[in-house]
T-cell receptor
Framework: EAQVTQNPRYLITVTGKKLTVTCSQNMNHEYMSWYRQDPGLGLRQIYYSMNVEVTDKGDVPEGYKVSRKEKRNFPLILESPSPNQTSLYFC???????????FGQGTRLTVV | EDQVTQSPEALRLQEGESSSLNCSYT??????LFWYRQDPGKGPEFLFT???AGEEKEKERLKATLTKKESFLHITAPKPEDSATYLCAVTNQAGTALIFGKGTTLSVSS
């Protein structure tokens, strides 16, 4: 089954404690992206990757890092989380940017 | 600036009452316009891609159409299970991201 898998689904953490949200896709897609979704603001892109070892900033990259060492994995790293990073996060993948995107189930992160 | 505006923000329908959702976009050189459905707490689920003005696509009770400035998602004889947030997105001019509208939350009551 074609899917994008994110883990964890829910996470409560404290300010400053480094965390990683994993994302894996099984469709051999080249393009992967991370979004955050906040009430009233919609989905906003954090980082994207056009292919292995190629990553770049989206609209709201501050406080986040990513890596793309393998085609299937695209982890999101918060080196020092802050309360304003409390949000619902989605990973997405597509063959290329202007084709159907598959989204993960989401990670609800709370930073206290 | 690439932009997507959806209206209305919320829509309440009776079962069987057809209606349309609007998506207006501003982007130079449209590469693709996408419709997604999102249920509460879940990831967006792909519905349609439209690439050029005049294009139409259908799936069950849903039909998406595209002009040079906007897209419509027509819902014919909706059922309660059609209740969800419908998101519209376009590929940005740089070809690096999807730009999403804020969505239309549809509630269908029986």
């Amino acid at each position: 089954e074609a899917q994008v898998t994110q883990n964890p689904r829910y996470l409560i953490t404290v300010t400053g404690k480094k965390l990683t949200v994993t994302c894996s896709q099984n469709m051999n897609h080249e393009y992967m992206s991370w979004y955050r979704q906040d009430p009233g603001l919609g989905l906003r892109q954090i980082y994207y990757s056009m292919n292995v070892e190629v990553t770049d900033k989206g609209d709201v990259p501050e406080g986040y890092k990513v890596s793309r060492k393998e085609k299937r994995n695209f982890p999101l790293i918060l080196e020092s989380p802050s309360p304003n990073q409390t949000s619902l996060y989605f990973c997405a993948s597509s063959l290329v940017i202007n084709t159907e995107a598959f989204f993960g189930q989401g990670t609800r992160l709370t930073v206290v | 600036e690439d932009q997507v505006t959806q209206s209305p923000e919320a829509l309440r329908l009776q079962e069987g009452e057809s209606s349309s959702l609007n998506c207006s976009y501003t982007v130079s050189g449209l590469r693709g316009l996408f419709w997604y459905r999102q249920d509460p707490g879940k990831g967006p689920e792909f519905l349609f891609t439209l690439y050029s003005a005049g294009e139409e696509k259908e799936k069950e009770r849903l039909k998406a159409t595209l002009t040079k400035k906007e897209s419509f998602l027509h819902i014919t004889a909706p059922k309660p299970e059609d209740s969800a947030t419908y998101l519209c997105a376009v590929t940005n001019q740089a070809g690096t991201a999807l730009i999403f509208g804020k969505g239309t939350t549809l509630s269908v009551s029986s």
